[in-house]
């Protein structure tokens, strides 16, 4: 196996553990009916993100060595289109979205009862056109690099 080959890999499995990761966290996020379980959604959220990130720099990382690798990857349209895609997205996934789960935690730390607070789950609510954003983009971008239309 090449080194070429085998960054292939590695961007194809941090592709799999950082996209299904990135899908997962909608829905733990949206399933507490009650403040413990808000709680304990922020709390696995918090652990499935770790391997949203790694996935997601492993890939940036593994992306860009493979186009310096091969040079012809930066006069391809499928290419420069997804790593446009990828920074586009991080500004909602390491900007927009942090912020909100943050105040989501501390309007939950500061909660007493067991009910979801409005402002929790307005916050929440606020979360799902960005999920929705984020998912369609991973989307395209694996129909970019799978298909390479252009």
Known sequence: M???SFLVL?????????LGASFAMPVVMKSPATAGQAKYSLNLNSK????AKVGS??????????GILN??????AWYIASIAIYIGVQFIVAGIM????KSMAEIMENHKGDDIPDPYTKL????RPYNAI?????VVLIVLMSLKPF
């Open 2 to 4: 090449s080194i070429y």
């Open 10 to 18: 590695i961007h194809v499995v941090a592709a799999v553990v950082g």
């Open 48 to 51: 499935i993100e770790t391997f």
């Open 57 to 66: 720099i492993i890939l940036l990382i593994t992306g860009l060595v493979l």
């Open 71 to 76: 040079t012809a990857l930066f006069t391809q």
């Open 98 to 101: 942090p912020k909100k789960i």
């Open 124 to 127: 929440n609510q606020e979360l």
């Open 134 to 138: 984020i998912h369609t983009a991973a």
